[in-house]
């Protein structure tokens, strides 16, 4: 690991580091173990290392003066959402237990959980997810959680299988609220968000479309499109160029009730007004199995309430009368044996929480799209977009990266790349330039303006530039940025060198190129060193 890491046996009040589980932008999560209540802890440090580093003291420092306000900006809000996590407690929920500060910086105490994370559950069952159990053990769960944080105003914003946590004892936990903020009625939706492809909605790569509700729900349906095709969903920019997304109807046929997998598909929509708006609405587009729990105080459902009118209490009863009448002693028997109750829809809404972790997200894509169509009105977060809007995804036309250099498809000479998988490639490549470049700009602006996004823009930067990976049939690929170079000339506004590796079934190939860039998909190949395998 990094010498930024805190030393293990380090102690932090009554908690004493035994293991570092991992790194991202904003900071370090740490195990632990609280030796007062012997038990094992999560224990994540704000260190933004872009902006900050560790000394000899192990006190955690701006890298500069020219970073000071920056970092303190970052604290107090890093601060900030430690104590408004902590507020909430939730089965689903990774639980924050303790905020505390030392060492020149502030940490958050979690809960530490034993399991694997859903991606991995997934590849360790071979007899793949019955309905009854991912509707109402996983899904329905989530939902709630996802209810109680969505009525305090915040969004989680990086739903995906590697932040959907399955305990040892079957339950499903929501993890890694790195990512998560509370969103500004009075504010329009325009700035960037670090997203995960195929997992992050349309309206999270930026542009003038708000998020809300919708928007993490996109992403949970998209999680749960994972567990029942095998395979990710196709990424919101390649879907709206034009790829079709196979709804999972069509993917669970024959495995999964046809009102499940609508609901799935509701979800996805790329329209946000055509999702439901909210947990809720969500909730009720499930199927109700056997399995689901009614009035129970520790449920974690999210259930309308519906009333049964007499007639239909009485309903039954009448059918046996007539069966009677009918049929005989023979077919009364044959009834009683089949007859049901109604089912009875629970009123309950789980109590639910926040927490954070610390994963990064495994991708970073592009952010503001180019769109005509004027910004949607901002409201309050617990409304749909409005019904006038006429910003809708479908509405701003597709984005149309520009024919690849040369130098950029010399690493594939030789390979039989299909369409989709390069079309694929090519987008990550320009998602990756127009992260970093349009929070870049962003950032700089801000800086300059005093604005209240400080933080989450830098959190935009440091994932961009830390890069990603992705996967499309049998090739993978990695792309990482690298010695961003910011230049005065209005038609190359970024020189930046990008270093990429793809990868097949039989061979590796990597390379690395300096783009010069303004916006990802307006690129040119400056420069391009050998190929190696």
Request: proline share 7%.
């Amino acid at each position: 690991m990094s010498d930024q890491t805190l030393a293990i046996d380090t102690r932090l009040d009554d908690f004493r580091i035994t293991a570092v589980l991992g790194q991202g932008g904003f900071g370090v999560t740490y195990k632990a173990v609280d030796e007062r209540l012997q038990r094992a802890v999560a224990i994540k440090e704000y260190l933004p290392q872009q902006f900050a580093l560790r000394d000899e003291t192990a006190t955690v420092r701006p890298r500069g003066a020219q970073h000071e306000e920056v970092f303190k900006w970052g604290l107090a809000r890093f601060i900030d959402e430690a104590r408004t996590l902590a507020m909430f407690k939730h089965p689903n929920i990774v639980a924050v237990i303790r905020y505390l500060e030392a060492n020149g910086t502030a940490y958050l105490v979690m809960e530490y959980e034993e399991g694997k994370d859903l991606e991995r559950w997934i590849s360790g069952r071979s007899d793949g997810v019955p309905e009854g159990l991912l509707v109402d053990k996983i899904l329905r769960p989530l939902l709630g959680g996802l209810a109680k944080i969505h009525e305090k105003g915040l969004l989680h914003r990086d739903i995906k299988p590697e932040n959907v946590f399955i305990r040892r004892d079957g339950t499903p936990v929501l993890i890694d609220f790195g990512s998560s903020r509370a969103q500004d009625p009075g504010q329009s939706n325009t700035l960037t968000s670090i997203v995960s492809a195929g997992y992050s909605p349309f309206e999270q790569y930026g542009g003038s479309q708000r998020q809300g509700p919708w928007s993490d729900l996109y992403a949970l349906a998209g999680t749960i499109y994972r567990v029942i095709a095998g395979r990710a969903p196709i990424d919101a920019i390649a879907r709206h160029q034009g790829t079709e997304l196979p709804s999972a109807v069509f993917v669970g046929a024959g495995r999964y009730s046809e009102r499940f997998l609508r609901a799935i598909d509701q979800a996805l929509a790329l329209d946000p007004r055509a999702r439901p708006q909210t947990a809720a609405a969500f909730a009720d587009l499930l199927p109700r199995s056997a399995g689901s729990v009614a009035n129970d105080d520790s449920a974690t459902q999210v259930h309308r309430s519906v009333p049964t009118s007499p007639a239909r209490r009485w309903l039954p009863f009448a059918a046996g009368v007539l069966l009677l009448t009918l049929l005989g002693t023979a077919a009364v028997l044959l009834y009683r044996s089949s007859e049901q109750p109604l089912p009875t829809p629970s009123t309950q809404t789980s109590v639910a929480a926040e927490s954070a972790s610390t994963t990064a997200p495994t991708s970073v894509a592009s952010t503001a799209t180019p769109s005509t169509a004027p910004e949607v009105a901002p409201q309050s977060i617990a409304s749909p977009p409005g019904a006038g809007a006429t910003s809708q995804p479908s509405d701003a036309g597709p984005i149309a990266p520009p024919p690849a250099a040369a130098d950029e498809r010399a690493i594939l000479e030789g390979w039989s790349l299909p369409n989709d998988v390069d079309n694929y490639r090519n987008n990550q490549i320009a998602g990756g330039l127009l992260a970093y470049t349009s929070n870049k700009e962003k950032f700089d602006a801000c800086l300059a303006a005093g604005c209240a996004e400080l933080t989450s823009l830098m959190a935009k930067i440091e994932e961009a530039l830390k890069g990603y990976e992705w996967s499309r049939g049998n090739y993978r690929g990695s792309i990482r940025l690298d010695n961003p170079r910011r230049l005065d000339n209005p038609n190359c506004r970024f020189l930046i060198d990008v270093n990429e590796s793809i990868r097949s079934d039989t061979a590796e190939r990597k390379q690395q190129r300096s783009y010069c860039t303004g916006n990802g998909f307006d690129r040119r190949v400056e420069h391009a060193g050998p190929i190696s395998d």
